[in-house]
């Protein structure tokens, strides 16, 4: 979730209040927090991230869907091909974010991930080898390698897909899955 969503209480809570079926309850459920293996993935949670600048998480989350097949199932090497048509197509669809900035920035970040894979064999393993790195070494980075990740989306991206803590209060119940999926180097949410 990102910050600038104008929550009284941290997310967890928040969350706790809503019905089963709500998208903050699944996203919070069965994503934030997880650790994100495929390339595809972890990229397709940055594209969300990117999004979500300006705009309310809820927002995302109910576009979620339509961001994924307007982006090619996330699929790196046919966004980092996208041109001048594709650019259009994406201006034009009413399910995601129309922002040229945005979408020119997604498809510059799959060229730089392209080149992070050929360098360190997958984005995962550039992430991985970063290290245990504080937020602020973080936003540098992301910023000296992506366009349009400012510190609230490098965090918020981190967070969510397990790469820095506090995605979960100590006393959620779904920090414990986390916390399993984390050390079991698998994803097995609970199905919604």
């Known amino acids: 979730m990102a910050a600038s969503e104008p929550f009284s209480a941290p997310y967890c809570a928040h969350v706790a209040t809503l019905p089963a079926d709500s998208v903050h309850r699944n996203y919070h459920d069965t994503q934030y927090g997880f650790p994100v293996h495929s390339d595809d993935e972890l990229f397709g949670r940055l594209i969300l991230e990117i999004n979500q600048a300006g705009l309310s998480w809820t927002t995302i989350l109910n576009k979620q869907a339509n961001f994924e097949k307007a982006f090619d ?55 991985d080898e970063q290290g245990n790195l504080e937020l602020d070494q973080w936003i540098r980075r992301f910023k000296r390698t992506f366009k349009f990740t400012g510190g609230e989306i490098t965090r918020e991206f981190l967070v969510s897909t397990g790469y820095l803590p506090g995605a979960h209060a ?16 698998n994803h097995t949410p609970p199905q919604p």
Not at 170 to 185: K, L, M
């Open 73 to 127: 199932g996330y699929r790196i090497p046919r966004i980092a091909a996208f041109g001048a048509k594709d650019v259009a197509r994406l201006l034009g669809d009413a399910g995601i974010v129309r922002n040229r900035a945005k979408i020119a920035a997604v498809i510059h970040n799959a060229q730089q991930v392209e080149a992070l894979q050929m360098e360190f064999g997958s984005f995962k393993d550039w992430l």
């Open 170 to 185: 100590t006393d959620c119940p779904i920090a414990a899955i986390v916390q399993e999926a984390t050390t079991n180097h």
